[in-house]
């Protein structure tokens, strides 16, 4: 595993948050994925090394927590509310609209690796809905034109990042 | 026999019968005492309770009180205290009697529950009873015929899952059948300490799963197939070789070490066909080891002796028994007997002994434990050779001692009972130099040298009984007869002791209990017939001196102030 | 009658310009005194304001506070947690978004007094994974109130100390059970654990007696704490006190978040009055009063029966909109108060594709370890999905209520409750639109239909 410096250092700080190891079996999933992008099979099995438990009890937790995600993903993740506050305001047509400006599939990469479209559910902002969150960024009454501006933007900023 | 200390009891009600139950007894356990079957399939006696699968519903009530006074509260209709019964259905399994509690387990509601988790376990179960191993003593097939609704309901796509997947050597998965009870989990992690088995995903798309890479191959991993309520987990040995409803089942005991685990011998038309745990709560609680569990091919294995030989030249029996008469009469005899002999055979095997004037021997073995259902000690039985005194000190590690005799000259005939002289430490020199007589079950080093050959029976083919290491003296049974050819070791035994100008006993355990009760002290007051399947502890303290080899298994501590508390897993 | 002014209590500075979510600015508008106020006390007696003060619990099942709390088990000699839980997840639910997001010290100055006032000297603050943002704003408060000592060791130099830690899930509606949520701190899969014998004020965290409580909940600790349980009893109604948090989502001109004390508000005074009724040329059709798992109302519909009032019963004949927004009235029609989510539906949605979008919600977060829920949700939302996307049935209503009437009261946790009373109620209250789905869907879908599943 080669995991950066200030990984292994949260890592370090937060195992004694718990009296018992195993309890920091969540927030090393989370830093090794900020980390890695994505949680493998060595990181299953360095977490489990890590907290002195077995690689099938992370494992348990990696495939039950939908966050989690064994396989590496778009640059950018848009994660678009499904549940009913949203969906009833127009969530699938904003889930559509990223869609169809990425030319890509519910959970797959899209084809210039830009981004993973998602959709997730409640995302507890039901007040402002259809809500999105783009990577770590609550996007709010994310209609279909919205959802074209934010698409232009990131492809704006992958422009930008290429050149 | 030692009783445990008398638990306290309380009373409690189960559809309107009552039974006094100790303290802590579960509902469940509670209902089975008076008769109630309360239907299950995550609940285990022996492991942890999740109470996962809701099929032990029940209607729970407790004797009303008055919340104020604290005094019962009497219905005027019947002039017995009202019960309260709860609004909301209970699981049984993790409920525990308290004074006074009832218990219903036979109204609407509760119906109502059990066909409902019936259904619901079965819409994406694939009902594929006909070609699936576990039809004729699966929970589900059995309760789906007590509360399913012999039509479904359900019209939508089953959740599709793995299909055969080898969870290790022995062990076979069928996810689809899996109704994640996790009573595998909870076995491999709680008794075998062997955490690889975890469910991977969530809600109805939940998979039970080994981590990639690793094996369920534990030396017990094949109790999860035994526990498993359904066809998903299945043995790769049984796996359709025999449908169970055609198999009788025989008790029988491990023969392994000196653990005594009681086990199940499954057999059809004189084979057998598996070999599974019977529960005894003092021994093996419902497991065994794997490794105990394919000792039955030794049954058809090859090199198994099938007819007598008297110097290599087949003889029927009677004449094999005049030729080893011949060898012990006025020669100096040693016998080699067991710790693998019944304690039937040990007691003729003294005797012959005796009448030979001859020193008795036993082979040691003693190897790896795990401190769970296999001990140090890989001989089922020497404590049955101290109890019917056919040895008074335990066995040497070698056989070194007669090897010496033989060669002073001061033994000329050695008669060994099932015993490889070779592999137990004499060499082939000594051995040219005596006269062998052999009793035994397969062809070794030994039979090849031996004058009188006897072909004799497995463990599976005759009666008897072993004294485990908790000196608890246990049954076994004849589950299939043996090759023709061969004899019953007992009958054996008889002939030559009386061959050999000795008394004339019994030739068969029923037979010969009589004299084994009145000559070995500790089974004077003991009928074979009478010793219950789950065995009877003996009186150890004749041989509380010795030091037995073994360490601490699950329901075994050792006598010394110091036990060799070996970590397990 | 005009709605009521609203009560922010819990919401006093949410939208304040200017207001910011560091300590200072906390400080500068009386933060962390009633924490000063509260050490120099017995923690008895803060046990007691709460008690007294009649605080239910805004998570959702609206358990009385102070007895959960008395429920603790003290004399085990084990440590007591305090596990704060911050799972927002309920759909429809987004009140402690804004108390983490933007008043993160007033959920801290609660978290202390109650640790304090129950002798905790670790709190876990488990929040839902997806407020990433929300988990760093709390660990900063947390670092720049221990800097200042209003947590820590030694706090405010009483010789009393408590941690507290932010523990982020991810993605498991199933850990706001309270004991599901506990199984995930112990870094296991959250299965609910079962009751008896896993109360969590007696074997919770680390088999250690634990408080569970929601985000608000703690907030208005802080309250009553400063006002006194007496006082903040005659806030709402008797047996109702307090102020409540109401998130209104759906189809309404002004969604959002509002507080009023409890029981002060009718549903027609919220949703007419403060939420500005319905869309233009629209007219409301349904709500879920509580949380999707909450039984939905009917427009329409009348609700009768016999009520407490005082010391006696009075006869009471509402609609919709004259219930009143509080704890007892809604269960008393069939519905929960829940936690505060209303989701309103106006007559451009079909009750079959909302359902069909609640079950596949519920489906998804099943845990899959009791059978009912497991094997039910995901049949409902089988049946339900095949409705809208497949052949529908006039019979699928009828089997729909009988799958749900199959998982209620039957399992470990109450998702079991949650995820079929959802279908109970749409079909009990709508039941005719499901046996006329199949020829409605015949029809060409309406423009103003949404998509939902």
């Keep these: ?163 | 026999m030692i009783q445990p200390a008398s638990p306290d009891l309380i009373t409690v009600n189960v559809d309107g019968k009552e039974i006094a139950v100790p303290k802590g007894t579960n509902m469940i356990e509670a209902a089975r005492r008076v008769g109630v079957d309360v239907p299950h399939y995550c609940y285990h006696s022996k492991l942890s309770i999740v109470g996962n699968c809701r099929m032990c519903l029940v209607e729970m009530g407790m004797p009303a009180v008055d919340p104020a006074s604290k005094a019962p509260v009497i219905d005027p209709a019947t002039g017995k205290q009202r019960v309260n019964w709860s609004p909301r259905p209970t699981i049984a399994c993790a409920t525990n009697a308290s004074p006074g509690l009832h218990i219903c387990t036979t109204s609407p509601m509760v119906k109502e529950c059990r066909e409902g988790v019936m259904e619901f376990l079965l819409i994406n179960h694939p009902l594929d009873c006909p070609i699936c191993d576990q039809a004729g003593e699966c929970k589900l097939q059995e309760q789906s015929t007590g509360y399913g609704r012999g039509y479904s309901r359900f019209i939508e796509q089953k959740n599709v899952k793995p299909k055969r997947t080898l969870l290790g050597p022995r062990v076979m998965l069928d996810d689809e059948r899996c109704i994640l009870c996790s009573r595998c989990i909870r076995f491999s992690k709680e008794v075998a300490k062997d955490d690889v088995l975890g469910f991977v995903d969530r809600g109805s798309y939940s998979t039970l799963t080994c981590y990639p890479g690793k094996k369920l191959e534990n030396n017990y991993s094949l109790n999860t197939v035994d526990i498993c309520p359904v066809g998903a987990l299945t043995s790769t040995d049984f796996r359709f070789k025999m449908r169970v409803w055609f198999l009788k089942q025989t008790n029988s005991i491990d023969t392994e070490t000196s653990v005594g685990v009681n086990t199940v011998v499954w057999s059809r038309e004189g084979v057998v066909y598996r070999i599974t745990p019977r529960e005894n709560g003092s021994v093996n609680d419902t497991w065994m080891p794997d490794s105990g569990r394919t000792l039955y091919k030794q049954i058809r294995e090859g090199g198994r002796l099938e007819a007598a030989r008297v110097s290599g030249s087949v003889a029927d029996l009677e004449s094999a028994v005049k030729a080893a008469a011949a060898l012990i009469s006025g020669a100096k005899v040693a016998v080699v007997g067991s710790g693998r002999s019944s304690v039937e055979e040990q007691f003729l095997t003294r005797k012959l002994a005796a009448r030979a004037g001859a020193e008795a021997y036993l082979v040691s073995r003693v190897g790896q434990g795990d401190n769970l259902l296999v001990s140090t000690d890989k001989n089922p039985n020497v404590r049955g050779a101290l109890v019917t005194g056919l040895i008074s000190e335990l066995p040497k590690p070698s056989l070194g001692a007669l090897g010496e005799r033989i060669d002073s000259g001061s033994v000329t005939t050695v008669v060994s009972v099932g015993e490889d002289l070779l592999a137990a430490g004499l060499s082939a020199s000594q051995l040219a130099k005596v006269s062998i007589v052999y009793l035994g079950t397969h062809d070794n080093a030994t039979s090849g040298l031996a004058k009188v050959v006897i072909p004799t029976l497995t463990v599976f083919e005759k009666h008897g009984t072993f004294v485990n290491q908790q000196f608890r003296i246990q049954r076994f049974a004849k589950a299939v007869p043996g090759p023709s050819g061969s004899s019953d070791d007992l009958v054996v035994l008889s002939k030559l002791l009386s061959a050999a100008g000795g008394e004339a006993l019994g030739a068969d355990v029923g037979s010969l209990w009589p004299s084994i009760a009145s000559e070995v002290p500790a089974l004077s007051t003991m009928a074979y017939s009478n010793i219950p399947d789950t065995g009877l502890l003996l009186d150890s303290s004749p041989w509380s001196t010795l030091a037995f080899a073994e360490e601490a298994t699950l329901h075994f501590k050792p006598a010394a102030a110091a036990p060799k508390e070996a970590p397990r897993g | ?453």
Excluded at chain 3, 102 to 121: R, S, W
């Design chain 1, 1 to 163: 595993m080669n995991l950066q410096a200030e990984t292994l250092r949260k890592i370090d700080e937060v195992i004694p948050h718990y009296p018992v190891k195993r309890s920091a079996a969540l927030p090393l999933l989370h830093l090794v994925q900020e980390d890695q992008g994505f949680i493998s099979n060595e990181a299953i099995e360095w977490i489990a090394d890590r907290l002195e438990i077995q690689p099938i009890n992370v494992y348990e937790l990696v495939t039950f927590y939908p966050m989690f995600r064994q396989k590496p993903i778009g640059r950018r993740h848009i994660k678009v509310c499904r549940t009913l506050s949203c969906a009833i305001m127009g969530g699938y047509r904003t889930c559509a609209e990223f869609q169809k400006q990425f030319g890509t599939g519910l959970g797959e990469v899209s084809p210039d690796g830009e981004v993973t479209v998602e959709f997730v559910e409640c995302l507890a902002s039901c007040g402002t809905a259809p809500v999105v969150m783009i990577d770590d960024h609550l996007h709010e009454k994310v209609d279909a034109a919205r959802a074209r501006e934010l698409s232009d933007k990131i492809k704006g900023e992958a422009k930008t990042a290429n050149r």
């Design chain 3, 1 to 453: 009658m005009p709605a009521p002014e609203q009560f922010r209590l819990i919401f006093k500075h949410i939208d304040e310009p200017g207001y910011t979510n560091d300590l200072a600015c906390y400080v500068r508008n009386g933060g962390y005194e009633v924490l000063k106020k509260s050490v120099a006390r017995k923690p008895e007696e803060l046990v007691d304001e709460v008690k007294k003060s009649g605080l239910r619990g805004r998570g959702g099942a609206g358990f009385p506070c102070g007895v959960k709390w008395t429920l603790l088990d003290r004399k085990s000699g084990k440590p007591i947690y305090l596990v704060v839980n911050a799972d927002e997840s309920e759909p429809g639910t987004f009140k402690d978004r804004y108390i983490i997001h933007n008043d993160p010290h007033q959920l801290i100055e609660g978290i202390m007094i109650t640790c304090f006032a129950n002798k905790v000297e670790r709190a876990y603050i488990y929040i839902r994974g997806e407020f990433p943002e929300g988990a760093r704003i709390l660990e900063k408060a947390i670092a720049e109130a221990r800097a200042a000592n209003f947590c820590g060791p030694n706090i405010l130099g009483t010789g009393y100390g408590c941690e507290i830690y932010v523990h982020r899930g991810a993605g498991a509606y199933i850990c706001g059970e309270e004991t599901g949520l506990i199984e995930s701190i112990e870094g296991k899969r959250p299965y609910p654990r079962i009751k008896p014998p896993y109360f969590p004020a007696v074997l919770g965290l680390y088999q250690c007696p634990t408080i569970v409580n929601n985000v608000e909940t703690l907030c208005h600790v802080k309250h009553i704490a400063d006002r006194g349980g007496e006082a903040y009893s005659k806030i709402g109604t008797p047996n109702n006190t307090g102020t409540r948090i109401l998130c209104v989502s759906g189809h309404v001109q002004r969604p959002g978040y509002y507080e009023f004390e409890v029981g002060k508000i009718t549903m027609g005074q919220l949703l007419f009055e403060v939420c500005g009724g319905p869309l233009p040329g629209r007219t409301f059709k349904a709500v879920i009063p509580g949380g999707s798992s909450a039984k939905v109302l009917k427009f329409g519909e009348r609700y009768k029966g016999k009520r407490k009032s005082g010391a006696e019963m009075v006869e009471y004949d509402w609609g919709l909109e004259d219930i009143p927004m509080d704890f007892d009235s809604l269960a008393m029609i069939g519905s929960m108060g829940g936690s505060g989510g209303v989701i309103v539906m106006d007559d451009s949605v079909s009750m079959v594709e909302a359902l069909a979008n609640i079950n596949a919600f519920y489906s998804h977060e099943s845990c899959g370890q009791c059978t009912p829920c497991r094997e039910g949700s995901l049949w409902m939302k089988k049946i339900t999905s095949r409705m809208v996307h497949g052949e529908a049935r006039t019979e699928d209503g009828a089997l729909l209520k009988s799958v749900a009437d199959q998982i209620a009261g039957r399992t470990i946790c109450a998702f079991g409750e949650a995820c079929a009373w959802p279908t109970q109620s749409f079909i009990a209250k709508f039941g005719d639109e499901f046996k006329a789905y199949p020829e409605a869907k015949k029809a060409p879908r309406a423009a103003a239909a949404p998509e939902l599943v």
